[in-house]
């Protein structure tokens, strides 16, 4: 009745600002993702409200949308540096800069060149030209099989470490790759170069390792792995005694893998992070910093139930959900970023949220 005239017009603004403040305070404030996408299919603002994904899904499916749509609308996803590593003449990695090549923006991947290339939001920050130790970490999933076909692809995040150096504060992704090269080895090889390149260590599931520990042995690099996952700040997913793989994390797979739940749980949580509240109150939340719509796209349409029936592909998800396991295990073992020379000049640059 609030909402509508003696007259039987309806006062439109006052209906929407009543739900919105509905939607906020029963299923926003609670973290109920799942019942805010249902509300908002039974009470939609717009088509896509009423067309929304109802599963499973763990994620803020309306949230995520909206922010796609805003990437997408903007051209942010475009404003990235398009690339690859080189060796300068003294043997130094370099980024190369080619507007020509083409990431793998798109999920599900239908088209047949998938070969994708470096993806860079922010180069490594530096102080006397070098990377600081543990500012950066780099998480893996690996494509399993030789053959150049077939849609699942490999995915490389790198993510910087919170910390009181940066403008930022850190706690966000600033290099991806996502593709399938010809061969195997290329894939593993930009795994190392980004390592060296930001002076990170690398996360990867232990089970399915790609050929990443192999390629560290045989050239040397088994520095840059990070050791394996002792879990200890989860009792239920905690690595077991006797269990030694040396690097990595075990994933495991099943109907019942509590580190994939747990995992995914970790990676909601972060996304729906608060990062600011600005000097009208609006909250900038950490999803609001992923300008990778593939990534925004996979997370929109993941399906638990799938991954249990190991239907689908989610490649991106695969390594984010490592490197949710990876930040907790450096924040568990108190690993910290420590600099006092502040940031400066170009690379303070606000080019992104």
Known sequence: VGSITENGESLTAIAREAEEEYQKITYIDNGDSIGLTKRKMEHPFCPMDAFAISSSNIFDVASLKEHKQYVERNGLHNLA????LVRDV??????????????????????????????????PYKSNDAVPANMYIIDVDTYRHAETTGSSVGAIYVYMQPNNIHFSGGDKLVACYVGRPKEPEDF??????LAEFYNAKIGFENDEPGGVVEYAKTHRLLHRLEEQFELAFEEKVKTKEGMNRKFGMHMGSGKDNLRIEYGDGYLKTWLESPRRIDE??????????????????????YNPDNVKKKKGNYDRISAMRVLMYHRKEAVYKNIKVSLQQKQTGFFATRLFK
């Open 188 to 193: 593993v090889k930009v795994i190392f170069e």
């Open 90 to 123: 003294n043997g130094k990695l370099k980024f190369n800069l080619n507007s020509d090549l083409q990431p793998v923006w798109e999920y599900p991947i239908k088209k047949k060149d998938n070969t994708g290339c470096l993806v860079m939001w922010e180069s």
């Open 81 to 84: 540096n398009k690339g690859n």
């Open 280 to 301: 009208n109150g609006n909250v900038t939340y950490n999803y609001q910093t992923i300008y990778d719509i593939g990534l925004l796209e996979e997370l929109i349409r």
